[in-house]
């Protein structure tokens, strides 16, 4: 969101691993960002990581909440 507004911010190609409950990302930019997400239930958490030393840039924790549709 950048001013109340939503912005594209590229897309990403990703794979679950469901032994593991992993998800893991890249959006093949020049960063070489690298996106992991444990998944747990309706939460997920991780990390993105960019350059190619893998620094870590940001951590990451989303839950997914129940949308309620209220009718006129």
Do not use: N
């Amino acid at each position: 969101m950048v001013d109340g507004k939503p912005q594209f911010m590229g897309t990403l190609s990703c794979e679950y691993q469901p032994a593991q409950s992993l998800l893991t990302c890249t959006g093949h930019t020049a960063r070489q960002d690298e996106w992991e997400f444990h998944v747990s239930g309706d939460t997920m958490s991780g990390t993105l990581k960019i350059g190619p030393e893998k620094t870590l840039y940001r951590r990451i924790s989303v839950h997914k909440t129940q949308t309620k549709l209220t009718c006129p």
